[in-house]
């Protein structure tokens, strides 16, 4: 089995309260994007990486395209739908499969990626996703209107791995997101419970919270 991976950090990190694109912070002397692509670069069915920029990064996407081999850098657009086809605009034309990862969620346990990519086999979607463990309500004008029975509802995060075929079609058609197209072309959606939760950088908490457990990481690696 191909795989080719699509890493997208184009965005502005609006909500960190920075200056800067979060996956360009660093931890432990790293970009943060690193993390992703050097654990992607571990999975020999992965036979291409292609990391989706904001244009604004090209200074510190130089800095770092020299030591990556097999990864393809290519600019993002405004919009993380317009990203999305650009790195789709690269994929090998003989992949089978296609993932679709955040950049900002750098902590990617190579036996969960694995579990991940083998559970894929005979399946067209697969999303990786944590169950609800807090009650879950839904709200008008900042007032609780309804329950809504958590065993019924997921939080999906990424890697997200799809037939390249229907990646395709999403290329064609791409006016919302991923899922969002796929609900709407009646593709089916398999889902993979996750072991361990893969975070999302959002806020400078997450940052923090990261920057804790990647040391951590790395201290047991050590021992």
């Known amino acids: ?10 965005g502005n990190s609006t909500r960190m309260g920075t200056n800067e694109n979060k996956v360009f912070m ?3 002397n790293k970009f943060i994007l690193e993390y992703s692509i050097e654990t992607f ?36 657009g405004t919009s993380r739908q317009e990203s999305l086809i650009n790195g789709i605009n690269k994929i ?13 969620r750098p902590l990617i346990y190579i036996d969960v990626l694995n579990n991940i990519i083998n559970a894929s ?15 879950v309500k839904i709200i008008e004008n900042n007032v609780i209107t309804k329950s809504v029975n958590r065993d019924t509802v997921v939080f999906c995060q990424t ?6 075929d229907i990646i395709l079609k999403l290329k064609e058609n791409n006016k919302r ?14 889902i ?16 923090y919270y990261y920057d804790y457990l990647i040391r951590r990481e790395l201290n047991e690696k050590d021992c």
């Not at 089995?1 to 184009?10: E, H, Q, R």
């Not at 090998?92 to 900002?104: L, M, N, R, T, V």
């Not at 993979?192 to 940052?207: P, S």
């Open 26 to 28: 660093k931890i432990n």
């Open 121 to 135: 086999n005979n399946k067209k979607a697969l999303i990786p996703v944590r169950t609800a463990i807090e009650g």
């Open 92 to 104: 090998d034309i003989d992949a089978d499969k296609i993932i679709i990862h955040d950049a900002a």
């Open 1 to 10: 089995m191909k795989i080719n991976v699509i890493i997208l950090g184009a």
């Open 177 to 190: 997101g991923v899922i969002a197209f796929l609900l709407d072309s009646n593709i089916k959606l398999d």
């Open 192 to 207: 993979y419970h996750l072991e361990k939760n893969i975070l999302k950088i959002t806020t400078l908490d997450d940052f």
């Open 159 to 164: 890697p997200q791995i799809f037939d390249k």
């Open 41 to 76: 670069l571990k999975v020999n069915d992965i036979t291409s990486i292609i990391v989706v920029y904001n244009k604004k990064d090209l200074e510190k996407i130089e800095l770092i395209s020299n030591k990556y081999d097999n990864v393809i850098f290519v600019e993002g």
